[in-house]
Nanobody, 125 residues
Framework: QVQLVESGGGLVQPGGSLRLSCAAS????????AAWFRQAPGKEREGVAY????????YYADSVKGRFTISRDNAKTTVYLQMNSLKPEDTAVYYC??????????????????WGQGTRVTVSS
């Protein structure tokens, strides 16, 4: 069964860090681009970070630049999102997504073929 499984969410204080993982099951992420999205209550799903096929390029939402880092393991089975200096406004359900071959508009959820089930991140004191 082909699926993406996220983990690593939880409750963290402002200024803290978390690392999210997205493991591919039933396939590898070779030739796929991958991204992290998030959705806060009452808001639309927004693109947070993107990594291109071959890990050549990464892109970030302005709101997380300098704080979040997306990466992929050498085996091309797991994508990570390292989140530092977390703020209360980062509170959301975080989803990973993958698209075969590439995407034109990385922040458009319709570009992605596979989605994980989401992991909740809460930033609160």
């Amino acid at each position: 069964q082909v699926q993406l499984v996220e983990s690593g969410g939880g409750l963290v204080q402002p200024g803290g860090s978390l690392r999210l993982s997205c493991a591919a099951s039933g396939f590898t992420l070779d030739y796929y681009v991958a991204a992290w999205f998030r959705q806060a209550p009452g808001k639309e799903r927004e693109g947070v970070a993107y990594i291109s096929e071959g890990d050549v390029s990464t892109y970030y939402a302005d709101s997380v630049k300098g704080r979040f880092t997306i990466s992929r393991d050498n085996a091309k089975t797991t994508v990570y999102l390292q989140m530092n200096s977390l703020k209360p406004e980062d509170t959301a359900v975080y989803y990973c997504a993958a698209a075969f071959g590439g995407s034109r508009y990385w922040t458009d959820p319709r570009e992605y073929n596979y989605w994980g089930q989401g992991t909740r991140v809460t930033v609160s004191s």
